[in-house]
């Protein structure tokens, strides 16, 4: 139940006004994913903040509510927190959509007049990134529904020890994945910050 790492800035860079054609197509597209991969990241950011108070939420529950009663009809704020990262994670799917759109925006761009070195390689880039964030946000809604299901066991009349003994494991394993899609996450933000900087930056030169 808790977050392993923070996910890294992400800068964004202005439009250089005045420009038409391919570059200007591209400094567009460029500009969307600057915006987007800075807004992903603050959800990422803000999600992984919710895990880490999961679990006080959790310990509350337990020590103040002996008989689970607030696990049984939904009031235990445990709740409210896999309710909010789960509005958080289709925040992320609509990020991961409009990289998606990005990437195939930027494949349809005219290379004649675009530097294509740092053209492919935010592609190559947006390509891994949209891969991964499709995998994790599959991994994450399962996960959350694997915790409320979890959280509702335990207010069942026939959870023993082992009811929660191995929710718990089954849930720390869980969290493992989550941590490794997360690191793997971090990693191919940093690679896309690069790639959407040095595109940039070309692409100032050559509309300059």
Excluded: W
């Amino acid at each position: 139940m808790k977050k392993y790492v923070m996910i890294g800035s992400f800068i964004v860079f202005g439009l250089l006004a005045g420009c038409n054609g391919p570059v200007s197509q591209a400094m567009a597209v460029t500009e969307s994913v600057g915006t987007v991969g800075e807004e992903l990241v603050a959800e990422l950011n803000d999600m992984a903040v919710a895990e880490q108070e999961l679990q006080a939420a959790f310990e509350k529950t337990m020590e103040e509510d002996e008989e689970l009663e607030s696990m049984a009809d939904g009031s235990s704020s445990v709740f409210d927190n896999v309710e909010e990262r789960r509005e958080a994670l289709e925040q992320v799917e609509e990020y991961h959509a409009q990289l998606e759109e990005d990437y195939l925006d930027m494949a349809e761009q005219d290379m004649d007049e675009l530097p294509d070195k740092e053209v492919e390689a935010l592609e190559n880039s947006l390509e891994e990134v949209t891969q991964l964030l499709s995998e994790y946000t599959s991994h994450y809604e399962d996960a959350l529904s694997e915790q409320e299901q979890f959280f509702e066991s335990l207010a069942d009349e026939e959870a023993t020890y082992e009811t929660m003994k191995s929710g718990i494991d089954d849930i720390a394993s869980t969290d493992e994945e989550t941590a490794e899609f997360v690191l793997q996450l971090d990693e191919q933000l940093i690679e896309l910050e690069n790639h959407y900087g040095a595109l940039n930056s070309a692409l100032e030169e050559d509309a300059s």
